[in-house]
C-alpha cells in the first residue's frame, strides 16, 4: 500500500459554477489544505456561507492504474461532493468526519480531474443545526490519496483502520486483547494469505505473537482473543504507557497491507457515589473542554496548532478533555493517548433536532463514523451522544432519538461509556438521565442566571434526586476579556477578576463532593461564535483560558495550574490592571507553592504558608508613580521561584478597563414590561385552540395567532437563535430559558388571547 500526500497544488473558488463539476477553473486561487474559506470572516456575522469548489490536477501512472486507488478526504465542512473527471464518485454530510472514496471506476491513465464542492450554509438534515460556535467551510483537514493492493484490511466501513482493538481487565495486570477486523479482495478470484499480528512494548520487544492463515473471496472477517500478561497499565497523565500492534497483512511472503495501533491498556470504573477509578485508583475528572479552531486558520489546524493546544493543557495539569461538540482531527485524539489525557468524544447531535427527518439519520451517520474512526483510542472512555438537544423543546420524541443513539453507541462498542451534556433546565426526574451512564450538566450559575454559590445547591438537589446516576459538570465558564479589569468584579463585567472569582468557587465547589465525578472548564481557549458580539469583541466566544490566538493566557489559566500541576510555579494575579487608581490594593499570587512572600520594591510586604491556589495579600499600599512588585515562592527543598509585575499608581480610574456598554439587542427580555402581570388568574385550555404550547411556526401559520406572539414579543422570531428553532419552540419552551427571563404570569396572559382562536378557522 502506498499513501500519498495530496494538500499542495488546490484551486480554489467561491464562486458556486456547477460547470466545475468538469471545466477546469478559468479563475482560482491556489491554496495548500487544510484550508478554510472562513479562516478570517468566522468571527464575522456575515461570514460567507455556500458552496465552494477545489480542484486538483491528479496523474496516474499505468502502474498505478493496474491497482486500487482511494481518495481519503479528512473532513469538509460540512457537505461535501466529490467529482472525478466530470463523475460524482462519492459525498458526505458528516462534516467532521474522514471519508473515503474508491476512483477506480473514474480514474483513466493519465491526467485526471479532481473537483469537490464544499458546503458550509444550512441544510435542515444535517447537524449542527445550532449552536455557538462558527460553522467553518473548507477542506479543512489533510486529503491523501491510498493506493492499495488487491488484498487489503477494509478502507470502506466508515471507520480508519480496518482493524479494531479491545482490551478487557482480566485480572491485576492480565488482560484480555481482541483483535478484530476485515480483509478486502478486489478480485474476483479467491485469494490467500495470512495475517502476522505482534504486540510491542515501548521497548520494542514482543509481548504477542499470533498469525493467521486467510482464504478470501470477497471479504474475510477475522477475530482473535489472547491473554496478555504482565501488562504495564495505561495510567493517565501519571504514565501513558502504549503498546503497538503490528498488523501485516502477508501474500507470497511479500507483504501487501500494514498497520501500527498504539494501544494502552486500562480499566475504568464508575461509580455514582465515589466518582471515577483508572486502574482502581481514584481520579477526579480535572478536565477542560476544547474546540477545532485557532485565530488566522478557522478551523484548518495544522499539527503545530494542535501540538501548541496539547502543551498548553499539559501545563496546567488537565487529566481530561471534552473534545466538544464534534469528531476531532485524529491526530489530536492521537496526542490523548500519548500524554494520557482522558477524552469525552460526541457529535454535533446539538441544540436542536431536525424536524425533517424523524429517523434522525444524520447523527446517527455522525456516532457510527467518531466510534469507528476513533474507536482504538484509549484515551477515549465515553461517546458523548447529545449537547443541550431540549434548548428548544424536551419531549418523548427527543428521549428517542437519544435512546436510539445510546443504543447504537453500546452495539458499536460496548466496552465503552456512554455521556449526555444537559442543559441546566432539565428537571433531575427528566427521563434524560436514565439513558446514558454518566449524565453531564452544563451550569453557569453565577453568569447566565442566579448565583455562584447556587453551582453547589443544584449538584446537591440531583444527587438526593438520582442517587444511582453519576454526575458531573461537562461545562462551566465566563467571558472573559483581558483588557477589562475591576476592583469591585461581578457578573457580565467580563473581567478577568470575576472570571478568577467565579472559577476558584466552581473548582472548589467540585472537589467539595466526591459523588461528583469532576467537571470541564468550558472553554480551554476562545473559540469562534460568529453570531456572537460581546465582551468588546465580536464573533468569538470569550469564556476560555487562553485567547484564540494562544497568546495571552488570562489570570484563570493559573489558578488552575495553581490546584491542578504538580510543577512549581508561581505567578501574580493581575498583571494587566497595570493602571491602579486606589492607594490601597489587594494583591493575589497564585501558586501551587505554600510559603509565599510579596515584596513591594525592596520592602517586604507580608508572607503567608497556605495551601489555597489564591494567596491574597490584603490592602497592600502603592505609592503614586510605577511600583515594581515581586512575589517569591519556596518548595520544601528550599528552591526559589518568582514572578514580578509592574503597576502604576495613577489619580484616576483608567476608563478603558471597563466595558461600555452600548444599547444591547433587546431580544425577548423585559419587552413585555409594559403588559398588567398583577391579579393574572389561571385559565383552563382548550382543546382545539392555539396556546402558549403550540410551535411558533404554527403560531405563525395563523394571522390572528401571530398577531398575538408579535404583541408579546416583537420581532424576536428575526432573531437568529430563535428563527432557526421555529418548527421546535413554544412561548412555553421559551419561558424554561433564564436568559429571557419571561414571568409565568405572561404565559396566562397570552394564553388568554390565543385559547380563544380555533385552529382549524382558515381550513
Given at each position: 500500500?502506498?499513501?500519498?500526500?495530496?494538500n499542495?497544488?488546490?484551486?480554489f473558488?467561491?464562486?458556486?459554477?456547477p460547470?466545475?463539476?468538469?471545466?477546469?477553473?478559468?479563475?482560482?486561487?491556489?491554496?495548500?489544505?487544510?484550508?478554510?474559506w472562513?479562516?478570517?470572516?468566522?468571527?464575522?456575522?456575515?461570514?460567507?456561507?455556500?458552496?465552494?469548489?477545489?480542484?486538483?490536477?491528479?496523474?496516474?501512472?499505468?502502474?498505478?492504474?493496474?491497482?486500487?486507488?482511494?481518495?481519503?478526504?479528512?473532513?469538509?465542512?460540512?457537505?461535501?461532493?466529490?467529482?472525478?473527471?466530470?463523475?460524482?464518485?462519492?459525498?458526505?454530510?458528516?462534516?467532521?468526519?474522514?471519508?473515503?472514496?474508491?476512483?477506480?471506476?473514474?480514474?483513466?491513465?493519465?491526467?485526471?480531474?479532481?473537483?469537490?464542492?464544499?458546503?458550509?450554509?444550512?441544510?435542515?438534515?444535517?447537524?449542527?443545526?445550532?449552536?455557538?460556535?462558527?460553522f467553518?467551510?473548507?477542506?479543512?483537514?489533510?486529503?491523501?490519496?491510498?493506493?492499495?493492493?488487491?488484498l487489503?484490511?477494509?478502507?470502506?466501513?466508515?471507520?480508519?483502520?480496518?482493524?479494531?482493538?479491545?482490551?478487557?481487565?482480566?485480572?491485576?495486570?492480565?488482560?484480555?486483547?481482541?483483535?478484530?477486523?476485515?480483509?478486502?479482495?478486489?478480485?474476483?478470484?479467491?485469494n490467500?494469505?495470512?495475517?502476522?499480528?505482534?504486540?510491542?512494548?515501548?521497548?520494542?520487544?514482543?509481548?504477542?505473537?499470533?498469525?493467521?492463515?486467510?482464504?478470501?473471496s470477497?471479504?474475510?472477517?477475522?477475530?482473535?482473543?489472547?491473554?496478555?500478561?504482565?501488562v504495564?497499565?495505561?495510567?493517565?497523565?501519571?504514565?501513558?504507557?502504549?503498546?503497538?500492534?503490528?498488523?501485516?497483512?502477508?501474500?507470497?511472503?511479500?507483504?501487501?497491507?500494514?498497520?501500527?495501533?498504539?494501544?494502552?491498556?486500562?480499566?475504568?470504573?464508575?461509580?455514582?457515589?465515589?466518582?471515577?477509578?483508572?486502574?482502581?485508583?481514584?481520579?477526579?475528572?480535572?478536565?477542560?473542554?476544547r474546540?477545532?479552531?485557532?485565530?488566522?486558520?478557522?478551523?484548518?489546524?495544522?499539527?503545530?496548532?494542535?501540538?501548541?493546544?496539547?502543551?498548553?493543557?499539559?501545563?496546567?495539569?488537565?487529566?481530561?478533555?471534552?473534545?466538544?461538540?464534534?469528531?476531532?482531527?485524529?491526530?489530536?485524539?492521537?496526542?490523548?493517548?500519548r500524554?494520557?489525557?482522558?477524552?469525552?468524544?460526541?457529535?454535533?447531535f446539538?441544540?436542536?433536532?431536525?424536524?425533517?427527518?424523524?429517523?434522525?439519520?444524520?447523527?446517527?451517520?455522525?456516532?457510527?463514523?467518531?466510534?469507528?474512526q476513533?474507536?482504538?483510542?484509549?484515551?477515549?472512555?465515553?461517546?458523548?451522544i447529545?449537547?443541550?438537544?431540549?434548548?428548544?423543546?424536551?419531549?418523548?420524541?427527543?428521549?428517542e432519538?437519544?435512546?436510539?443513539?445510546?443504543?447504537?453507541?453500546?452495539?458499536?462498542?460496548?466496552?465503552?461509556?456512554?455521556?449526555?451534556?444537559?442543559?441546566?433546565?432539565?428537571?433531575?426526574?427528566?427521563?434524560?438521565?436514565?439513558?446514558?451512564?454518566?449524565?453531564?450538566?452544563?451550569?453557569?450559575?453565577?453568569?447566565?442566571y442566579?448565583?455562584?454559590?447556587?453551582?453547589?445547591?443544584?449538584?446537591?438537589?440531583?444527587?438526593?434526586?438520582?442517587?444511582?446516576?453519576?454526575?458531573?459538570?461537562?461545562?462551566?465558564?465566563?467571558?472573559?476579556?483581558?483588557?477589562f479589569?475591576?476592583?469591585?468584579?461581578?457578573?457580565?463585567?467580563?473581567?478577568?477578576?470575576?472570571?478568577?472569582?467565579?472559577?476558584?468557587?466552581?473548582?472548589?465547589?467540585?472537589?467539595?463532593?466526591?459523588?461528583?465525578?469532576?467537571?470541564y472548564?468550558?472553554?480551554?481557549?476562545?473559540?469562534?461564535?460568529?453570531?456572537?458580539?460581546?465582551?468588546?469583541?465580536?464573533?468569538?466566544?470569550?469564556?476560555?483560558?487562553?485567547?484564540?490566538?494562544?497568546?495571552?493566557?488570562?489570570?484563570?489559566?493559573?489558578?488552575?495550574?495553581?490546584?491542578?500541576?504538580?510543577?512549581?510555579?508561581?505567578?501574580?494575579?493581575?498583571k494587566?490592571?497595570?493602571?491602579?487608581?486606589?492607594?490601597?490594593?489587594?494583591?493575589?499570587?497564585?501558586?501551587?507553592?505554600?510559603?509565599?512572600?510579596?515584596?513591594?520594591?525592596?520592602?517586604?510586604?507580608?508572607?503567608?504558608?497556605?495551601?489555597?491556589?489564591?494567596?491574597?495579600?490584603?490592602?497592600?499600599?502603592?505609592?503614586?508613580?510605577?511600583?515594581?512588585?515581586?512575589?517569591?515562592?519556596?518548595?520544601?527543598?528550599?528552591?526559589?521561584?518568582?514572578?514580578?509585575?509592574?503597576?502604576?499608581?495613577?489619580?484616576?480610574?483608567?476608563?478603558?478597563?471597563t466595558?461600555?456598554?452600548?444599547?444591547?439587542?433587546?431580544?425577548?427580555?423585559?419587552?413585555?414590561?409594559?403588559?398588567?402581570?398583577?391579579?393574572?388568574?389561571?385559565?383552563?385550555l382548550?382543546?382545539?385552540?392555539?396556546?402558549?404550547?403550540?410551535?411558533?411556526?404554527?403560531?405563525?401559520?395563523?394571522?390572528?395567532?401571530?398577531?398575538?406572539?408579535?404583541?408579546?414579543?416583537?420581532?424576536?422570531?428575526?432573531?437568529?437563535?430563535?428563527?432557526?428553532?421555529?418548527?421546535?419552540?413554544?412561548?412555553?419552551?421559551?419561558?424554561?430559558?433564564?436568559?429571557?427571563?419571561?414571568?409565568?404570569?405572561?404565559?396566562?396572559?397570552?394564553?388568554?388571547?390565543?385559547?380563544?382562536?380555533?385552529?382549524?378557522?382558515?381550513?
Open positions: 500500500m502506498k499513501i500519498i500526500d495530496l499542495d497544488k488546490w484551486y473558488t467561491k464562486v458556486n459554477n460547470a466545475y463539476v468538469l471545466e477546469e477553473m478559468s479563475e482560482a486561487e491556489i491554496v495548500t489544505l487544510p484550508h478554510s472562513n479562516a478570517e470572516d468566522g468571527h464575522e456575522n456575515s461570514m460567507f456561507k455556500g458552496k465552494c469548489w477545489y480542484q486538483r490536477k491528479l496523474n496516474i501512472s499505468e502502474e498505478d492504474f493496474k491497482k486500487f486507488i482511494f481518495l481519503e478526504i479528512g473532513a469538509a465542512g460540512n457537505v461535501s461532493e466529490i467529482y472525478v473527471n466530470g463523475q460524482l464518485a462519492g459525498s458526505s454530510k458528516c462534516g467532521y468526519a474522514m471519508y473515503r472514496v474508491s476512483l477506480n471506476s473514474f480514474l483513466k491513465i493519465g491526467k485526471n480531474l479532481i473537483s469537490i464542492m464544499v458546503d458550509n450554509s444550512r441544510h435542515e438534515d444535517v447537524y449542527p443545526l445550532m449552536a455557538d460556535f462558527t467553518y467551510g473548507g477542506l479543512y483537514r489533510e486529503v491523501k490519496l491510498i493506493i492499495a493492493n488487491a487489503h484490511f477494509d478502507l470502506l466501513d466508515n471507520g480508519r483502520d480496518g482493524i479494531y482493538l479491545t482490551q478487557k481487565y482480566i485480572d491485576e495486570n492480565i488482560f484480555e486483547l481482541n483483535i478484530k477486523g476485515t480483509v478486502i479482495n478486489e478480485y474476483s478470484c479467491v490467500e494469505g495470512k495475517i502476522e499480528f505482534n504486540l510491542f512494548d515501548r521497548e520494542k520487544n514482543i509481548v504477542f505473537s499470533k498469525t493467521t492463515n486467510i482464504e478470501v470477497r471479504k474475510f472477517q477475522f477475530s482473535i482473543t489472547d491473554k496478555i500478561s504482565d504495564v497499565l495505561w495510567q493517565g497523565i501519571e504514565n501513558p504507557y502504549l503498546y503497538t500492534l503490528k498488523a501485516e497483512l502477508i501474500q507470497n511472503g511479500v507483504v501487501c497491507d500494514l498497520r501500527n495501533i498504539e494501544i494502552g491498556f486500562r480499566n475504568i470504573k464508575i461509580t455514582p457515589d465515589k466518582g471515577v477509578f483508572l486502574n482502581g485508583k481514584p481520579i477526579k475528572i480535572n478536565g477542560v473542554s474546540h477545532h479552531d485557532f485565530a488566522g486558520v478557522g478551523n484548518a489546524l495544522r499539527k503545530e496548532h494542535m501540538d501548541l493546544d496539547m502543551s498548553l493543557i499539559k501545563e496546567i495539569g488537565a487529566n481530561s478533555v471534552r473534545l466538544s461538540h464534534y469528531q476531532h482531527n485524529d491526530y489530536f485524539y492521537s496526542l490523548c493517548d500524554e494520557g489525557l482522558l477524552v469525552w468524544a460526541e457529535i454535533p446539538i441544540s436542536v433536532p431536525t424536524t425533517v427527518d424523524e429517523s434522525n439519520q444524520n447523527a446517527k451517520d455522525q456516532l457510527e463514523k467518531l466510534i469507528k476513533a474507536y482504538n483510542h484509549s484515551s477515549i472512555y465515553c461517546w458523548g447529545q449537547n443541550e438537544i431540549t434548548i428548544a423543546v424536551e419531549n418523548e420524541s427527543i428521549y432519538k437519544v435512546r436510539e443513539l445510546e443504543s447504537m453507541a453500546k452495539a458499536l462498542d460496548p466496552s465503552r461509556f456512554t455521556a449526555q451534556a444537559n442543559i441546566y433546565s432539565v428537571g433531575d426526574e427528566s427521563p434524560l438521565n436514565l439513558i446514558t451512564d454518566l449524565v453531564g450538566y452544563n451550569l453557569y450559575y453565577g453568569w447566565y442566579k448565583e455562584m454559590q447556587d453551582l453547589g445547591k443544584r449538584l446537591d438537589e440531583f444527587h438526593k434526586a438520582r442517587p444511582d446516576i453519576p454526575v458531573l459538570v461537562s461545562e462551566y465558564g465566563v467571558d472573559t476579556n483581558p483588557k479589569h475591576s476592583y469591585n468584579p461581578t457578573v457580565k463585567d467580563y473581567t478577568e477578576e470575576y472570571q478568577l472569582l467565579f472559577h476558584d468557587n466552581a473548582i472548589k465547589t467540585i472537589n467539595e463532593r466526591p459523588f461528583v465525578l469532576g467537571g472548564q468550558w472553554n480551554m481557549f476562545d473559540f469562534g461564535s460568529n453570531n456572537r458580539d460581546e465582551g468588546g469583541e465580536k464573533g468569538k466566544n470569550l469564556k476560555g483560558l487562553v485567547t484564540i490566538d494562544r497568546k495571552i493566557k488570562k489570570d484563570a489559566f493559573y489558578l488552575y495550574k495553581a490546584n491542578w500541576s504538580k510543577v512549581p510555579f508561581i505567578h501574580l494575579a493581575g494587566k490592571f497595570v493602571n491602579r487608581h486606589e492607594e490601597l490594593n489587594d494583591i493575589s499570587v497564585l501558586s501551587n507553592l505554600e510559603h509565599i512572600k510579596l515584596f513591594v520594591g525592596d520592602d517586604l510586604i507580608g508572607e503567608t504558608h497556605s495551601k489555597e491556589a489564591i494567596k491574597t495579600f490584603k490592602g497592600v499600599r502603592l505609592p503614586l508613580g510605577e511600583n515594581y512588585i515581586k512575589a517569591e515562592g519556596y518548595d520544601k527543598s528550599g528552591n526559589a521561584y518568582q514572578d514580578y509585575m509592574v503597576l502604576n499608581r495613577v489619580n484616576e480610574a483608567d476608563k478603558s478597563y466595558l461600555v456598554k452600548g444599547e444591547e439587542k433587546r431580544h425577548v427580555i423585559n419587552w413585555f414590561e409594559k403588559f398588567d402581570l398583577t391579579n393574572v388568574q389561571e385559565v383552563t382548550k382543546e382545539g385552540y392555539y396556546s402558549t404550547f403550540d410551535t411558533l411556526e404554527d403560531l405563525y401559520k395563523n394571522e390572528e395567532a401571530k398577531a398575538v406572539f408579535i404583541k408579546y414579543f416583537g420581532d424576536a422570531k428575526e432573531n437568529p437563535w430563535l428563527k432557526s428553532m421555529m418548527a421546535l419552540t413554544s412561548i412555553n419552551s421559551m419561558s424554561k430559558i433564564s436568559r429571557l427571563n419571561i414571568p409565568k404570569e405572561l404565559l396566562t396572559v397570552i394564553n388568554k388571547e390565543l385559547n380563544i382562536i380555533p385552529k382549524n378557522k382558515y381550513l
